[in-house]
């Protein structure tokens, strides 16, 4: 007997998800990088604790941003 194969749609909503996590992955990297990028320059710019301690909040928030973007599914 001619064991039934795989149906075409099955296999698509693990593409979906595939390419909804890589999308997801690449704004979090966008995300984090940017913001990096960012305090980096305004740590060379102005380097104050001021400055320093705005740095680190903001790096706090897009952290947390960031995890709640890949841990959303």
Known sequence: MNE???PAAAIQPEVAITRERTKQA?????TGGMTAMFAAGALTTN?????????????????VICHGILKRQ
């Open 4 to 6: 039934p194969s795989q």
């Open 26 to 30: 690449t704004i979090a990297g966008w």
């Open 47 to 63: 380097a104050t604790w001021p400055v320093a301690v705005g740095v680190v909040a903001i790096a706090a928030m897009v952290a």
